[in-house]
Protein backbone atom coordinates (compact mmCIF):
# COMPACT_ATOMS: atom_id res chain seq x y z
CA UNK A 1 0.00 0.00 0.00
CA UNK A 2 1.13 3.35 -0.82
CA UNK A 3 1.16 5.86 1.57
CA UNK A 4 0.76 9.58 0.15
CA UNK A 5 1.12 12.75 2.13
CA UNK A 6 0.46 16.40 1.00
CA UNK A 7 1.99 18.69 3.74
CA UNK A 8 0.30 22.24 3.43
CA UNK A 9 0.38 25.60 5.48
CA UNK A 10 -2.77 24.95 7.30
CA UNK A 11 -3.30 20.91 6.81
CA UNK A 12 -1.93 18.07 6.04
CA UNK A 13 -3.80 15.46 3.72
CA UNK A 14 -2.78 12.22 4.29
CA UNK A 15 -4.16 9.21 1.98
CA UNK A 16 -3.72 5.23 1.95
CA UNK A 17 -3.69 3.66 -1.97
CA UNK A 18 -4.18 -0.04 -2.99
CA UNK A 19 -3.41 0.53 -6.73
CA UNK A 20 -5.57 3.70 -7.95
CA UNK A 21 -7.75 3.08 -5.22
CA UNK A 22 -8.10 5.40 -2.15
CA UNK A 23 -8.68 3.29 0.92
CA UNK A 24 -8.42 5.91 3.80
CA UNK A 25 -8.20 9.48 3.56
CA UNK A 26 -7.39 12.07 6.93
CA UNK A 27 -6.99 15.78 7.06
CA UNK A 28 -4.69 16.91 9.98
CA UNK A 29 -3.64 20.41 11.22
CA UNK A 30 -0.15 21.22 10.41
CA UNK A 31 2.16 21.97 13.77
CA UNK A 32 5.36 23.19 13.07
CA UNK A 33 6.39 22.05 16.49
CA UNK A 34 5.21 18.70 16.35
CA UNK A 35 8.14 16.17 15.91
CA UNK A 36 9.12 12.91 14.25
CA UNK A 37 7.37 10.91 16.97
CA UNK A 38 4.49 12.93 17.60
CA UNK A 39 3.41 12.42 14.16
CA UNK A 40 3.97 8.90 13.90
CA UNK A 41 1.46 8.40 17.08
CA UNK A 42 -0.91 10.13 15.29
CA UNK A 43 -0.17 7.95 12.10
CA UNK A 44 -0.36 4.97 14.58
CA UNK A 45 -4.02 5.96 15.60
CA UNK A 46 -4.53 6.60 11.94
CA UNK A 47 -3.98 3.59 10.66
CA UNK A 48 -4.67 0.86 13.35
CA UNK A 49 -3.64 -2.35 11.57
CA UNK A 50 -2.93 -0.92 8.66
CA UNK A 51 0.43 0.55 9.60
CA UNK A 52 2.40 -2.82 8.84
CA UNK A 53 0.62 -3.26 5.15
CA UNK A 54 2.37 0.04 3.96
CA UNK A 55 5.20 -0.70 1.78
CA UNK A 56 5.81 2.92 -0.04
CA UNK A 57 5.60 6.37 0.78
CA UNK A 58 5.43 9.61 -1.26
CA UNK A 59 5.24 12.78 -0.22
CA UNK A 60 4.60 17.12 -1.58
CA UNK A 61 5.04 19.64 0.92
CA UNK A 62 4.95 23.59 0.84
CA UNK A 63 6.71 23.99 4.35
CA UNK A 64 10.03 23.13 3.88
CA UNK A 65 10.51 23.09 7.98
CA UNK A 66 9.09 19.78 7.79
CA UNK A 67 10.17 18.37 4.81
CA UNK A 68 13.45 16.71 7.14
CA UNK A 69 10.45 15.91 9.78
CA UNK A 70 8.46 13.81 7.37
CA UNK A 71 11.51 12.35 6.02
CA UNK A 72 12.71 11.25 8.70
CA UNK A 73 9.43 9.37 9.64
CA UNK A 74 9.41 7.31 6.94
CA UNK A 75 13.15 5.95 6.82
CA UNK A 76 13.33 5.61 10.56
CA UNK A 77 9.65 4.62 11.64
CA UNK A 78 8.44 2.64 7.99
CA UNK A 79 11.77 1.64 7.40
CA UNK A 80 11.15 3.19 3.59
CA UNK A 81 12.62 5.69 1.14
CA UNK A 82 9.80 8.23 0.56
CA UNK A 83 9.54 10.15 -2.77
CA UNK A 84 9.92 13.88 -2.33
CA UNK A 85 8.17 15.85 -4.82
CA UNK A 86 9.88 18.16 -6.67
CA UNK A 87 10.17 19.52 -10.57
CA UNK A 88 13.03 17.12 -11.52
CA UNK A 89 10.85 14.04 -11.05
CA UNK A 90 9.53 12.22 -13.91
CA UNK A 91 5.90 13.97 -14.78
CA UNK A 92 3.22 13.43 -17.45
CA UNK A 93 3.92 17.70 -18.18
CA UNK A 94 6.59 20.26 -19.76
CA UNK A 95 7.31 22.38 -17.07
CA UNK A 96 7.50 26.43 -18.96
CA UNK A 97 7.81 27.84 -15.47
CA UNK A 98 10.99 30.36 -15.75
CA UNK A 99 12.43 28.85 -12.47
CA UNK A 100 10.84 25.56 -11.91
CA UNK A 101 12.56 25.35 -8.56
CA UNK A 102 9.71 27.85 -7.26
CA UNK A 103 6.99 25.95 -8.37
CA UNK A 104 5.33 24.95 -5.53
CA UNK A 105 4.80 20.73 -5.07
CA UNK A 106 0.90 21.23 -4.68
CA UNK A 107 1.00 23.31 -8.09
CA UNK A 108 3.21 20.32 -9.54
CA UNK A 109 0.81 17.27 -8.29
CA UNK A 110 -2.43 19.00 -9.20
CA UNK A 111 -1.54 19.85 -12.42
CA UNK A 112 0.29 16.57 -13.13
CA UNK A 113 -3.42 14.61 -11.84
CA UNK A 114 -5.62 17.11 -13.92
CA UNK A 115 -3.92 16.21 -17.23
CA UNK A 116 -3.96 12.87 -16.55
CA UNK A 117 -7.54 12.18 -15.54
CA UNK A 118 -9.07 15.10 -17.69
CA UNK A 119 -6.77 16.32 -20.07
CA UNK A 120 -5.62 19.62 -20.86
CA UNK A 121 -6.19 22.20 -21.68
CA UNK A 122 -7.30 23.09 -18.03
CA UNK A 123 -7.43 25.80 -15.41
CA UNK A 124 -6.95 24.20 -12.37
CA UNK A 125 -7.89 26.33 -9.42
CA UNK A 126 -6.60 25.31 -5.64
CA UNK A 127 -8.86 26.73 -2.34
CA UNK A 128 -6.42 26.61 0.29
CA UNK A 129 -4.48 29.11 2.59
CA UNK A 130 -3.48 30.49 -0.36
CA UNK A 131 -5.45 30.38 -3.89
CA UNK A 132 -3.61 28.94 -6.64
CA UNK A 133 -4.72 28.95 -10.54
CA UNK A 134 -2.69 26.92 -12.72
CA UNK A 135 -2.73 26.91 -16.59
CA UNK A 136 -1.94 23.69 -18.91
CA UNK A 137 -2.40 24.02 -22.54
CA UNK A 138 -3.16 21.62 -24.81
CA UNK A 139 0.46 19.88 -25.23
CA UNK A 140 0.67 19.26 -21.69
CA UNK A 141 3.23 22.38 -20.94
CA UNK A 142 2.68 23.75 -17.76
CA UNK A 143 3.07 27.61 -17.71
CA UNK A 144 2.28 28.62 -14.07
CA UNK A 145 -0.39 30.53 -13.34
CA UNK A 146 -1.60 32.87 -10.13
CA UNK A 147 -1.17 32.93 -6.40
CA UNK A 148 -4.08 34.51 -4.21
CA UNK A 149 -4.69 35.60 -0.36
CA UNK A 150 -6.83 33.11 0.36
CA UNK A 151 -9.94 33.66 2.56
CA UNK A 152 -9.19 32.96 5.63
CA UNK A 153 -6.01 35.12 4.92
CA UNK A 154 -7.88 37.98 4.16
CA UNK A 155 -10.15 37.59 7.02
CA UNK A 156 -7.17 37.66 9.61
CA UNK A 157 -5.49 40.56 7.88
CA UNK A 158 -8.49 42.30 8.08
CA UNK A 159 -8.93 41.56 11.66
CA UNK A 160 -4.97 42.64 12.41
CA UNK A 161 -5.16 45.94 10.65
CA UNK A 162 -8.37 47.76 11.92
CA UNK A 163 -8.76 48.75 15.69
CA UNK A 164 -12.56 47.44 15.15
CA UNK A 165 -13.08 44.44 12.63
CA UNK A 166 -13.75 41.66 14.72
CA UNK A 167 -12.62 38.03 13.46
CA UNK A 168 -15.00 36.19 11.67
CA UNK A 169 -15.77 32.41 10.89
CA UNK A 170 -15.80 32.01 6.80
CA UNK A 171 -19.59 31.39 5.50
CA UNK A 172 -21.23 31.18 2.06
CA UNK A 173 -23.45 34.07 2.07
CA UNK A 174 -27.19 34.34 1.47
CA UNK A 175 -27.07 37.88 -0.32
CA UNK A 176 -24.47 40.26 -1.42
CA UNK A 177 -25.59 43.33 0.86
CA UNK A 178 -25.33 42.44 4.33
CA UNK A 179 -27.10 44.73 7.23
CA UNK A 180 -24.29 44.13 9.98
CA UNK A 181 -20.81 44.39 10.66
CA UNK A 182 -19.84 41.07 10.87
CA UNK A 183 -21.55 39.85 7.68
CA UNK A 184 -20.27 42.94 5.74
CA UNK A 185 -16.99 41.33 6.36
CA UNK A 186 -18.04 37.32 5.74
CA UNK A 187 -19.89 38.83 2.19
CA UNK A 188 -16.71 41.20 1.30
CA UNK A 189 -13.97 38.59 1.78
CA UNK A 190 -16.51 35.71 0.24
CA UNK A 191 -17.30 38.05 -2.81
CA UNK A 192 -13.87 39.76 -3.20
CA UNK A 193 -12.67 36.11 -3.85
CA UNK A 194 -15.04 34.57 -6.30
CA UNK A 195 -15.56 37.85 -8.26
CA UNK A 196 -11.47 37.58 -8.48
CA UNK A 197 -11.39 34.05 -9.76
CA UNK A 198 -14.09 34.27 -12.52
CA UNK A 199 -12.53 37.42 -13.35
CA UNK A 200 -9.22 35.24 -13.91
CA UNK A 201 -10.80 32.67 -15.73
CA UNK A 202 -11.96 35.19 -17.91
CA UNK A 203 -9.12 36.10 -18.91
CA UNK A 204 -7.12 33.32 -19.19
CA UNK A 205 -10.23 31.80 -21.87
CA UNK A 206 -10.24 35.04 -23.45
CA UNK A 207 -6.22 34.99 -23.37
CA UNK A 208 -5.28 31.51 -24.13
CA UNK A 209 -6.98 28.56 -24.54
CA UNK A 210 -10.82 28.93 -24.75
CA UNK A 211 -11.44 25.43 -24.43
CA UNK A 212 -9.69 24.68 -21.19
CA UNK A 213 -11.80 22.90 -18.55
CA UNK A 214 -11.87 24.24 -15.10
CA UNK A 215 -11.45 22.11 -12.16
CA UNK A 216 -11.63 22.86 -8.66
CA UNK A 217 -9.87 21.34 -5.80
CA UNK A 218 -8.55 22.26 -2.14
CA UNK A 219 -9.75 22.08 1.58
CA UNK A 220 -12.11 24.95 0.44
CA UNK A 221 -12.97 24.81 -3.06
CA UNK A 222 -17.17 23.53 -1.65
CA UNK A 223 -17.38 26.54 -0.05
CA UNK A 224 -17.19 28.65 -3.47
CA UNK A 225 -17.80 26.29 -6.30
CA UNK A 226 -21.61 26.86 -6.86
CA UNK A 227 -20.71 30.51 -7.54
CA UNK A 228 -17.98 30.09 -10.37
CA UNK A 229 -19.68 31.24 -13.51
CA UNK A 230 -18.34 28.34 -15.56
CA UNK A 231 -19.20 25.23 -15.55
CA UNK A 232 -16.31 23.15 -13.69
CA UNK A 233 -15.19 19.68 -12.06
CA UNK A 234 -15.29 19.86 -8.46
CA UNK A 235 -12.26 16.95 -7.24
CA UNK A 236 -11.92 17.01 -3.66
CA UNK A 237 -9.35 13.86 -3.73
CA UNK A 238 -6.69 15.91 -6.66
CA UNK A 239 -3.92 16.34 -5.20
CA UNK A 240 -3.87 12.86 -3.44
CA UNK A 241 -4.50 11.67 -6.85
CA UNK A 242 -1.74 13.41 -8.29
CA UNK A 243 0.71 12.03 -5.67
CA UNK A 244 -0.60 8.36 -6.77
CA UNK A 245 0.51 9.34 -10.33
CA UNK A 246 3.69 10.65 -9.88
CA UNK A 247 4.57 8.01 -7.53
CA UNK A 248 3.87 5.48 -10.39
CA UNK A 249 5.59 7.61 -12.86
CA UNK A 250 8.60 7.39 -10.72
CA UNK A 251 8.81 4.43 -8.36
CA UNK A 252 11.51 1.26 -8.88
Not at 94 to 106: F, Q, S
Not at 185 to 190: E, L, P, S, T
Amino acid sequence: MLFAIDIGNTNIVLGLFKGDNILKKWRIATDLRKTADEYFIIFENLLKDLLEKIDSAIFSSVVPELDFVFNDIFLKKFNLKPIIVNYNLKLNIKLRYRNPAEIGADRIVNAVAASEIYKPPLIIIDFGTANTVCFVDKDYNYYGGLILPGINILRDTLHRWTAKLPKVSVIKPDSIIADNTVGAIQNGIYYQTVGGINYIIDLILKNYEKSSKIILTGGLANLFKDDIDYDVIFDPDLTLKGLNIIYKLNKG
